[in-house]
């Protein structure tokens, strides 16, 4: 007999389960449990202690230790300040101090915040350095430098055998470039992206010769990306990327211009170098905060003399010190730890003094001894400008027309010119314009000579092209429906009076036609002739309400002596579609304006005011007038004027002639689109439907039979207009 166990339920009944479905309810219930618990735990792990500890060869190791398992960290690296931050999600902070001070050789501190249903450590360190994870337990390390055994192992020229094993080692750990993208951003920063198959490498960023220069150590780098990529039209303070492998691993240079900024980051498998152009509030704050880089001093005298302030900062800085007679008084200062450059406009704008640095000579003196022996310079240098000796050369002028840049020059001298302020000859010099030549004759000192070479060979340069092609395409599509009957009714019938009673329909001509056929043929039937042939009444129509050109029609008739009817149904159907393409292409220059036309001119005649007729033309052309501007970056502003004519219907002129009309579709817009690309600038779409109905007064009216009487109409005809425009910019190869 099978063992049973009692279960109470709500009731008064009780109910009985069997031995195995008692224990399968226990194995699920524990299960459940479990499931419950482990859901529980995993969507709250709390961070409960953390320890630092130094390592060899200047690294150091974060323990994180946790109430659970410690979910994988997503962290990134900032290279200005150098910071790694790691991320935890789902993650809770039990630490009761959230700064920890750390005094290791790359570390300065560490902060651990928890926000959003996460944590984050942030270690702020002195120079950026690679760092590697791992999970042991409920413990998550964060080993953070480099063990530096790779400095004593780097490949050198001599040993190549080190250096493939070097980069063979470093493909075979994952270590290698994947990608490599250039952006321009929204502030016009430049923003290099390197994409990295493994994110936890060494990287190091530091500026070397005006170049931005990110070293990756044990990295390889693709063939297919070792190259020099101009970004020059990106608009941006880069001007040129260049990668190549180093003996460490791969090495990018960066070579900027301009005021700019750089800030370096890594987000896992990214990295991204931006450069971003300061604007004159940034410059004039990094300049305020840069002002003074000289090395820090303490100055502290009571009444000491000016002269010997000076020489002591001369000594502190190993320059050679010149100060005038007149520099002379006493002073009291106490400096503690400031730069010396500081320290010495201090002084010198304490006594009204200023100076002058040439090489390593600094000549000190009153301000106005100073700004009086310059402006001395000034008048000596202009009097040896008016007796130096004149030349004159000859500059040819490749792509502009010398006459223009002749203008930009001004005049200064000459007979019956001009005197210009803005003038870049002196009062002595002369240009002479050679259009013959495109040449310009110039007489000028040696040193306004050179000016004008520097401002032709800035000036004188082939201006880009651009191919600008657009399109007009016009689509018609037609449909007519016409159905119409033709009644036509006749006869003859003799009265008591002896006449005969004739009726037909017709117009006039089918009139008299018709009474001639019936009078003969009442003539033969006097006679006692019998008719060969039926009474035939041409053109005798009741009804005309017949279609024009009928593409099909049915007859049918009845006929006998006395009597003819007739019926003809006719129906007509046709539909049509047509495409109409104009392409007009034109090659113009920057901001140079360029017209293209093709079509007619229709002549009418125009009475004067005086009585005489005279000839005058309209045009109905299509016509393409653009005036395209190419931005840094490539791509064109076209202020575009786009017009399709065609010659219309003949309307009544005042002088009783006709004066033809012209159907135009014009555009008038101005666009910005991208080197190569399509954009549609603009459509028109017309729908015409007309229905007509034509019919027999009454007759027409009667339900159904109506039908027999009516002629009716539908047509539809559909037009639509669209206009695209494709620039693109031609290659300097084309254009030289």
Not at 441 to 460: G, I, N, S, Y
Not at 498 to 518: K, Q
């Amino acid at each position: 007999m099978e063992t049973a166990y009692r279960h109470m339920n709500s009731g008064n009944g009780v109910q009985i389960l069997p031995r195995k479905a008692f224990k399968v309810l226990t194995v699920l219930s524990v299960v459940l449990c479990a499931l419950v618990v482990n859901v529980a735990h995993a969507a709250n792990t709390n961070l409960t202690d953390v320890e630092f500890s130094s390592q060899p060869g200047g690294r150091f190791e974060v323990r994180l230790d946790f109430d659970g398992v410690p979910p994988e960290p997503k962290g990134y690296n900032i290279e200005k300040p150098a910071r790694i931050a790691l991320d935890l999600v789902g993650v809770s902070s039990k630490l009761e101090q959230k700064k920890f001070p750390l005094s290791y050789g790359n570390a300065s501190s560490a902060v651990i915040l928890e926000s959003g249903g996460r944590t984050r450590m942030i270690l702020n360190l002195v120079e950026l350095a690679p760092y590697k994870t791992r999970v042991e337990g409920n413990s998550l390390y964060v080993e953070v430098g480099d063990s530096g055994v790779r400095d004593y192992l780097k490949p050198t020229k001599d040993n190549t055998a080190l250096a493939v094993a070097t980069k063979a080692a470093a493909v075979a750990a994952g270590n290698e470039i994947v990608d490599v993208d250039f952006k321009r951003g929204d502030d016009g920063e430049g923003r290099l992206v390197i994409n990295l198959a493994n994110p936890k490498v060494g990287i190091n960023v530091f500026v070397e010769g005006g170049f931005i220069k990110v070293d990756f150590d044990q990295v390889s780098l693709p063939e297919r990306l070792q190259r020099r990529y101009d970004v020059s039209d990106f608009a941006t303070p880069v001007q040129v990327v260049e990668a190549q492998p180093s003996e460490k691993g791969a090495l990018f240079s960066l070579k900027a211009t301009g005021d700019y900024d750089y800030l370096a980051y890594q987000t896992d498998n990214e990295y991204v170098v931006s450069v971003k152009p300061l604007t004159p509030e940034e410059l004039e704050l990094k300049q305020k905060e840069f002002a003074y880089v000289g090395e820090k001093l303490s100055l502290n005298f009571q009444d000491i003399e000016v002269r010997a302030v000076l020489q002591l900062i001369a000594d502190f800085t190993s320059l050679n010190l010149v100060a005038s007679d007149t520099v002379s008084g006493r002073i009291t200062l106490r400096l503690q730890n400031v730069p010396w450059d500081q320290a010495l406009d201090l002084v010198l704008k304490t006594k009204g003094l200023d100076k002058r640095q040439n090489g390593n000579v600094l000549m000190v003196a009153p301000a106005a001894e100073i700004a009086e022996r310059e402006r001395q310079e000034i008048e000596n240098n202009k009097q040896i400008e008016e007796l130096a000796p004149l030349q004159t050369e000859y500059i040819r002028i490749r792509y502009a027309e010398a006459k223009e840049i002749y203008k930009l020059f001004g005049t200064a001298g000459g007979e019956g010119s001009e005197v210009s302020t803005t003038s870049l000859l002196s009062p002595r010099g002369s240009v002479i314009v050679d259009e013959r030549t495109n040449s310009l004759l110039v007489t000028e000192t040696a040193q306004k000579l050179e000016d004008f070479r520097r401002v032709v060979r800035l000036l004188d340069v082939p201006v880009r092209q651009v191919l600008v092609e657009a399109r007009i395409v016009i689509a018609n599509s037609s449909f007519d429906e016409e159905l119409g009957v033709q009644w036509g009714a006749a006869g003859i019938n003799a009265t008591n009076s002896g006449d005969d009673l004739v009726f037909f329909g017709g117009n006039t001509g089918s009139v008299i036609d018709s009474i001639n056929s019936v009078a003969q043929a009442s003539l033969d039937v006097a006679n006692g002739e019998d008719l060969s042939e039926p009474i035939l009444i041409p053109d005798a129509l009741n009804v005309d309400l017949g279609v024009a050109n009928p593409t099909g029609s049915l007859a049918v008739g009845f006929v006998n002596e006395d009597v003819q009817i007739q019926m003809e149904l006719n129906a007509l159907e046709s539909k049509g579609r047509g495409e109409i393409v104009s392409q007009p292409k034109v090659i113009t220059g920057d901001k140079q304006e360029a017209v293209i036309k093709s079509g007619s001119e229709v002549p009418y005649q125009e009475s004067s005011a005086n009585g005489e007729t005279t000839v005058s033309f309209k045009e109905a052309v299509l016509k393409l007038q653009v005036t395209p501007s190419i931005t840094p970056d490539d791509r064109i502003i076209m202020k575009l004027s786009i017009n399709q004519d065609s010659i219309g219907d003949l309307v009544p002129s005042g002088n009783g002639g006709t004066v033809p009309t012209i159907d135009t579709t014009e555009l008038t817009t101005q666009v910005l689109v991208g080197n190569g690309e399509t954009v549609v600038l603009g459509g028109v779409f017309r729908t015409v439907d007309v229905e007509s109905e034509s019919k027999v007064p009454v007759l027409g009216d009667i339900p159904y039979l109506g039908r027999l009487f009516t002629n009716t109409s539908v047509t539809q005809e559909k037009t639509e207009t669209l206009i695209f425009i494709t620039p693109r910019i031609l290659a300097d190869t084309l254009i030289d």
